[in-house]
């Protein structure tokens, strides 16, 4: 069983839907919790971090973290085309970060 | 602040050869971490150096192998390419002792053919 499970999409959405995007783990020593956003051909561009249980928005994400039921997931509200991109969360702990093989999302206009 | 560099942007080696990827970290940032990812296998940790020593190493081979300098800056040589190990290296930099907070640069894309 991997460490990190990421469902790998495509997810394909209408432009201004609400987009959910999912992962589990089984790690309960992972303590913080990350998502990355990578365009096509570019290195993963860091979204957003938290450390807790519960949620943090930054404008139209949201991140979600149940540290209960190991499991994350990331929000985006009124989704654009420019949101078009592989999605992965990445789970640190024991000084290394750990992805998930990341979700490929496609905004249709 | 200027991100995280990496040279080449891209490399083409022959199966046997042995190359050397360079990256420069954000300023003030100490720690550098290398990954591999290709498309079947997503992001692979490979190392992560903090002040110049190795605090953490993934599950990879001998051949690959890294080092920091004083400057922060570090250096990913892998040695007797194989095919397999096309892929494209990124490396993240961080700043703090605890280097969950990773910023990537562009990466290397490594062909060997």
């Known amino acids: 069983q991997k460490e990190v499970e990421q469902d790998p999409g495509p997810l394909s959405v209408p432009e201004g839907a609400i987009v959910s995007l999912n992962c589990t783990y089984s790690n309960s020593a992972f303590q913080y919790f990350m998502w990355y956003r990578q365009y096509s051909r570019k290195g993963p561009e860091l979204l957003m971090y938290t450390y807790s249980s519960g949620n943090k928005e930054d404008g139209r994400f949201t991140a979600q973290v149940d540290k209960s039921s190991k499991y994350i997931s990331l929000f985006i509200r009124d989704s654009q085309p420019s949101d078009s991109a592989t999605y992965l969360c990445a789970l640190w702990g024991y000084q290394k970060v750990t992805f998930g093989t990341g979700t490929k999302l496609q905004v249709i206009p | 602040k200027a991100g995280v560099t990496q040279t080449p942007r891209y490399l083409i080696k022959t199966r046997g050869q042995q190359v050397t990827l360079s990256c420069s970290p954000i300023?003030?940032?100490?720690?550098v971490s290398w990954y591999q990812q290709t498309p079947g296998q997503g992001l692979q940790f490979l190392f992560e150096y903090f002040s110049e020593t190795q605090r953490n190493k993934g599950n990879f081979p001998g051949r690959f192998s890294g080092r920091q300098f004083s400057n922060s800056r570090s250096e990913m040589n892998v040695s007797t390419l194989e095919l397999g190990d096309s892929a494209l290296y990124l490396c993240?930099?961080?700043?703090?002792?605890?280097?969950?907070?990773?910023?990537f640069g562009p990466g290397t894309r490594l062909t060997v053919t």
């Open positions: 300023s003030g940032h100490r720690s």
């Open positions: 993240a930099s961080a700043a703090g002792t605890d280097s969950y907070e990773q910023y």
